[in-house]
């Protein structure tokens, strides 16, 4: 008996549906959990089996044998059938994590998904409702210690603010349209061990970063989807035409990729500086430090049709006189020519890919906006931001 009902575990997964995890889509199905009845990922599974077993029993599909009422249950429900019921109002604006995605996001979304049963019962979605207040902890400008805040985020006034002391005017006001947040940057985690998302915002026409933490992770997590929410709508209300598909785009995106690299100056003979490096889609954004709350510049990365490109060593008709080092590869804007270089030879390949595949992209409407309004260079007197 055993062996049948191995067997038809077996064609089972290659049903479609259950061939990929039925939280994550990871293509490497190798357990299942059985009183939810779908199959999933070695990853995601882990996260079921932290819910505790009232929740979700977990099992192999392959180490141990199959009891008939487990295999009938895996064939009543399936992962297209639980995902109708257990994803059946998961709003537009909740980012639904790959494999890829940082393990927080898909902790989350299984514990909505499953424990709270968010996508159910949509009284629980706090982050749809436009307005969020509570405390997170922010790191210090000053001194790099993490201190307690209390942050407002308001749809209607289309504002994240918070505040020093809350009995005071708010020490920053932050226009929602103008957010981003990367999720779980690995220099915030490392550093602190806790849940963290960084906040990335223009101010006067320069990007100011806020690096935001939390103990509990599902609170971390609903501050994201509140962000997320309002921005959507506000978005709606200025493209009333635009699809939902093209709005997502433009609701938080994580860096394509961060680290150092040396980067010369504008003068002849500039030498190459150590930079922390943060590629934000259409931005290339050089610090001295990875967690300086400023840019020292930032270039606008256009579309290769405006003579923007990217290519290995020093751009040729430039007139560097710097010696080479390392590995290098040269950002070209219709105005500089910008000289980078790094240690690595698959660092430097995979910083050229990354950049190609953005000044590949077509421009969008907030991409010329963006343009236009971005401070390439900060002058070092200003710092006036409150
Ligand atoms: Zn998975």
Redo the contacts with the bound molecule.
């Keep these: 008996m055993a062996d049948v009902n191995s067997k038809r575990i077996s064609e089972l997964i290659r049903i479609p549906g259950n061939s990929t ?6 293509d490497v199905v190798e357990y299942a959990s059985y009183n939810i009845g779908v199959f ?2 070695a ?2 599974a882990g996260v079921h089996r932290s819910l505790g077993a009232h929740i979700s029993k977990v099992k192999h599909l392959k180490l141990g044998s199959w009891e008939d009422s487990q295999v009938k249950r895996m064939e009543e429900v399936g992962n297209t059938v639980a995902r109708r019921k257990f994803e059946e109002r998961v709003p537009v604006c909740y980012r639904k994590p790959t ?1 890829e995605a940082p393990h927080i996001l ?1 902790e989350q979304w299984i514990r909505a998904k499953y424990e709270r049963e968010e996508f159910i019962h949509t009284s629980k979605q706090r982050y749809t409702r436009g307005t969020m207040e509570g405390y997170l902890y922010k790191r210090s400008k000053v001194d790099n210690t993490v201190k307690q805040r209390k942050f407002v985020l308001s749809e209607k006034d289309k504002i994240l603010k918070y505040y020093v002391n809350d009995k005071k005017e708010p020490k920053a006001e932050i226009r929602i349209l103008e957010i981003n947040i990367s999720f779980a940057p690995e220099k915030l985690t490392e550093s602190l061990r806790k849940p963290a998302f960084q906040i990335s915002f223009l101010n006067q026409g320069s990007t100011r970063h806020i690096f935001i933490y939390h103990n509990d992770p599902e609170v971390l997590v609903e501050w994201y989807m509140a962000i997320r929410s309002a921005k959507l709508n506000l978005l709606h209300v200025a493209h009333p035409t635009v699809a939902d598909s093209e709005l997502l785009q433009c609701l938080t995106q994580d860096f394509l990729k961060e680290g150092y690299l040396y980067k010369t100056g504008p003068k002849p003979n500039d030498g190459f500086k150590k930079r922390w490096c943060t590629l934000d889609g259409r931005k290339l954004m050089y610090h001295e430090q990875p967690m300086d709350p400023y840019p020292k510049g930032e270039i606008f990365l256009g579309s290769d049709c405006e003579g923007f490109s990217v290519g290995e060593g020093a751009e040729p008709t430039s007139c560097s006189k710097v010696r080479e080092q390392g590995f290098s590869f040269h950002v070209k804007t219709p105005t500089r020519c910008f000289w980078f270089s790094t240690d690595r030879q698959d660092d430097r390949d995979e910083w050229i890919s990354l950049l190609q595949t953005v000044i590949k992209r077509p421009m969008t409407p907030q991409d010329f906006y963006l343009n236009g309004i971005l401070v390439k260079k900060r002058a070092s007197s200003f710092f006036s931001i409150r």
């Design positions: 995890c039925a939280d994550c889509k990871s999933l990922c990853n995601c494999q898909k």
